[in-house]
């Protein structure tokens, strides 16, 4: 229930007076009760032979009692970690639209994501307008798209402030989170532990920039074997500008400590930004 509260209020944040469109739209919500659907447990199957899937087998679940909820998303795009990256511009607009994303749903809801690793931010390039529009702190700001735009995914573990009511995940039942070794996102889980002392009550949004910090290394090194497509110059410029992300308290401190490099997002004057 928790997820599907943070994702319809996200949702709503496309169309009200602080704006950020990046957040996957919600279009219906349903419950459902009985067996899994043998069309979706073909699907699941399919998926996880040619894929791999971390998540349990429906066929597990107990097929006469079970509950589902089923949201009715929109479309996406595909995960950054599938996304082939051939552009130092776009790779700068992926990361701004994902910081102001973040800042508006911070100033507005107290919202952290708690698991924004890259298969949990989408590209999408159909119809995708020249400039994405914004509006953070009664300031409206438009990004230049370079003909990318993100969609955010996945409120499973993330945090609001609604209502007078904080909702969220109590992640301090679920160790194995915290175990993972490898990829750079099990550590920040561990650091967003650190950071809260496992009272994942509470608002730290200096969680939304260890994030942001994880982001900048995807976009601009990578992984072995899958490198961003653009040159290596760029990207290691690009990472020794963006080393303050691992001092941001916030992805708002975020937005405002690289005002040097991202050019006016603030104010009026944005159509040149990423030109």
Not at 58 to 76: C, K, N, Q, W
Not at 211 to 235: H, M, S, T
Request: net charge negative.
């Amino acid at each position: 229930m928790s997820e599907v509260v943070v994702t319809k209020t996200l949702s709503a944040l496309s169309d009200t007076d602080s704006r950020a469109p990046n957040f996957v739209p919600l279009h219906k919500t349903f419950v459902v009760k009985g067996t899994y659907p043998k069309e979706l447990l073909a699907a699941w199957n399919a998926f996880n032979k040619t894929k791999g899937s971390e998540n349990t087998s429906p066929t597990e679940y107990d097929s006469v009692t079970r509950h589902y909820i089923v949201m009715a998303l929109g479309f996406g795009g595909v995960d950054l970690e599938s996304y082939v990256l051939r552009s130092y511009n776009k790779a700068m607009s992926i990361l701004l639209q994902v910081a102001l994303a973040l800042a508006v749903a911070e100033l507005e809801l107290e919202f952290e994501h708690r698991d924004l690793h890259w298969g949990n931010i989408l590209i999408c390039e159909e119809d995708v307008p020249e400039f994405i529009e914004y509006v953070v702190e009664g300031n409206e700001v438009r990004v230049r798209s370079h003909g990318v735009r993100v969609v955010i995914i996945d409120f499973t573990n993330s945090r609001i402030f609604k209502d007078g009511v904080v909702v969220y995940m109590d992640l301090s039942v679920d160790e194995v989170l915290f175990q993972g070794q490898g990829d750079p996102q099990f550590q920040v889980y561990r650091d967003m532990r650190a950071i809260n002392g496992d009272d994942w009550s509470l608002y730290k949004p200096e969680t939304n920039a260890l994030w942001l910090d994880y982001l900048v290394d995807k976009l601009f090194n990578g992984i072995e074997g899958k490198r961003p497509k653009f040159a290596k110059k760029q990207r290691d410029e690009a990472v020794k500008k963006l080393a303050f992300t691992k001092e941001c308290s916030s992805a708002a401190d975020f937005l405002k400590q690289s005002l040097p490099l991202f050019t006016a997002f603030y104010g009026s004057d944005t159509n040149d930004l990423f030109s």
